[in-house]
């Protein structure tokens, strides 16, 4: 016979057994001890709805005892109660609760203040359920997609006949709920689900079974999770058909093991064949509870059935005596089983979570009590858009004065009056303050009771509904909620792996990952400066702009004055929000045939094309918009003889009469066919190179080879940041903020004010007739300053340093950064931290630009 | 959070393809005052508001359609 370990005791397992039965049967009657008392607490509702059984199974803790398969070899373990659930010194607390009322932990240990850390460490560890352990492996659910017609959540009869009859207007996915409900021990119930399995899935539902819905979300969307996979589904229609399970009763002693919710205990005796109780009780206000009490007398046990209001359970480990307030008047039994079937209390939270018109309900979740066949109508009907309209057709019994509402939380009726008395007199916030309905179950017991309580105390209308419903419904794991976030996306240019063979530090830059540097920062700095070096610059935005208003659009969009760029030239571009802020920068260049191309950022690629292609649409142009990024792959050659390396790869010519500064031509570099432009961001003689990226590798290859006389080596960021900071060059981002229009950034000169329209035009308009309050400055360093750092005047901060390098070729430490106006002028003069700062003029390099001119 | 856009070239696809391109506005103001207004004094409804979308992981287009900002429910 297979066995499981529970808390190291062999149990036995019958054939079907759940975890709890298989315990229950080998004697276990405490699952888990309380939350805040360490009460005993046993088996309940039986159907994976309440909180009462979670143990850690084979290391995963939280799982629900009774709807877990047994198998055989399982290590089960109760995880509550200290030292163990059965002897558990903790159970004091329920001695002392009177003296720890609801929100104690608020007031006792508020002062000194002091006392609280000390407080809460006992309070956490008291409280505390399973434990992940800390060398648990990481799991990922793989998760899935899925978009149909229909979703119905629930496999019970309305779900099934819902499912069965969608089917035939289109895709349908049912997820079964693995929530056993009224179909487990009716015979009858039994049939119907198996006729309504056999028709839906002729008609071409398909079935996931094992699946439970954990949220449903706008669209609709919903979130399913099975035994490994989660599954997010779009669906047209959402039919929620997730039944009902019997009314928490809440009265002195409610929380007794030997409780039971009516379908909890048929589950138990129907199915696993474990006898619940030789003296057992039935309190039975629906019909089902009747017929339940035969099902339990057939196991031998003497079964008393009563209607009426259960007014007290008294018992130490188990329930021993209960008190029914009956048509007859005030009985008392000897029992060692109490089984509550009191009323319907429909599981709605997943349709109570939205508002969306297409999420309806089939089944007992609407008309609670449903016999069979009202079911199934009530399924087909919500298939065929006619679904029933949700009531409510138990009124809740409240006891009086005592009794657990909250069983997660231990909160009870005691507690939401002394809350109520303290003035939190509004469900939403009683359950704040008490965190009834805040537990593992999620309100599934109590939610109503709650609700009721604050009715009947007088709430305010707006006051005493049921608390918002939210995802999830059941306690989803570490694994299921990443199941669905995607790794970060990571671009690479073409020449990745040659800048992995060189040895390159590779960095994440955005979402690229590029060269930090190859090794020695400062002779890549040396290389540029004194000889010829390249730099993989593929990551920068390209785009060809196209079409009849290429022109127009360009000229209406950016701040720079498009006509006087002749072809074969190109220009420094500023791209200015509608705020007049500087959103991106990159490079104009006009082609021969009224078509131009456009360099961004690395950075700001996505963000050009969608700014762009919103001005083409808003502005009605024809523009043929071509984002060129991941097409061309691009190499900078720069450095003094970048121009002799290049002549010995080309016939064509390399003079500034044929590539102007700043301009571009069409050359061919060692039969690859190149746009070479001219531009200076590093300060040097330099040809960027864009050419189709599937030539990129040779055409670095050919470049290192040819560099040899002048001992090339490629450059990484590292040294590009030193070298564009040498020539006063801004980093969008890292030098400016988001509200940085031109004149801040002294780059004034970028925008054509002449023109007559570009976009932020009006905004610079009303910017230019303010004071400048901030700037960003050249500066100069006594010392190594540090980014970030600082600046002051007289001890009193004005500004800090964006960029800063030691740097040989400006001779000395040099930076950018921020400074505010002092009493209406900039200071020239500031101090970071030791360090002094004095303003300077930029570039710090080749103020005049010969070199990159040359 | 879960949301359809229906993308006129690729269909109804979730809102995690677009990017959001705020409220509808118009592209240019008559002066520079109400330009102020146009640039920084958004409606900001509460309620249907005519909205533009991206289709940055699809076909780049942009959508403009009108979405409740209450329900986030989308009318094309």
Known sequence: MPWLRLDGRRVEIHDGDTVAAAAFRAGVRTFTRSLKAHRRRGLYCGTGDCANCLVTVDGLPGERACVTPARDGMQVERETGWPSAERDALAINDRLHRFMPVGFYYKVFARPRWLWPVAERVIRRATGTGTLPPDAPTRRTPTRFVRVRTLVIGGGVAGLAAAATAAGEGSVVLADEAAPGARATDPAARDAIARLTAEARAAGAEILEQHAAIGIYEGPAAALLGPDELVEVEAEHVIVATGALEAHGVFPGNDLPGVWLGRGAARMTAIHGVTIGERVVVVANTEEGAHLSEALRATGATVTLVTGRVLEARGTRQVSSVTVLTPEGRRAFACDALVLSLGWAPRDTLLRMTAEPEVVGAGDVVRPGSTLAEAEASGRAAARGQADQPTEATSWPIAEHDGYVCVCEDVSMHDLERAWDEGWTSSEILKRYTTATMGPCQGALCSRHLAEHARAKGAAPAARGRTTARPPVRAPRLGDLIGGVHEQVERRTALHDRHVAAGARMDHSGVWLRPGTYGDVGEEIRVVRERVSVMDVSTLGKFLVAGVDARTLLDQVFPLDVGAIAPGRARYLLALDEAGYVMDDGLLAALGDGSYFLTSTSGGADRMEAWLRNWIDRLDLHVHLVNQTAQLGAINVAGPNARDLLATLTDDDLSRAAIPYPGHADIVVAGVPCRAIAVGFVGELSYELHHPRGRSEGLWDVLLAAGEPWDIRPHGLDALDVLRLEKGHVYLAQDTMPDDHPAKLGLRWAVASQKETFVGKRALERMDALPLERRLVGLRFDGAPQRGHPLAVDGAIVGRITSCAVSEAAGGPVGLGWVRAVDGAFPDQLTAGAVTATVSPTPFYDPEGMRLRA | ?76
């Open chain 2, 1 to 76: 959070m879960s949301m359809l856009v229906t993308c006129p070239t690729c269909g109804r696809r979730p809102f995690t393809e677009f990017s959001f391109g705020g409220e509808l506005r118009d592209v240019v103001s008559p002066d520079t005052a109400s330009d102020f207004e146009r640039v920084y004094l958004h409606d900001n409804a509460a309620g249907p508001q005519r909205e533009r979308w991206f289709h940055l992981l699809g076909c780049r287009r942009w959508v403009t359609l009108t979405r409740d900002t209450g329900t986030n429910r989308v009318e094309a």
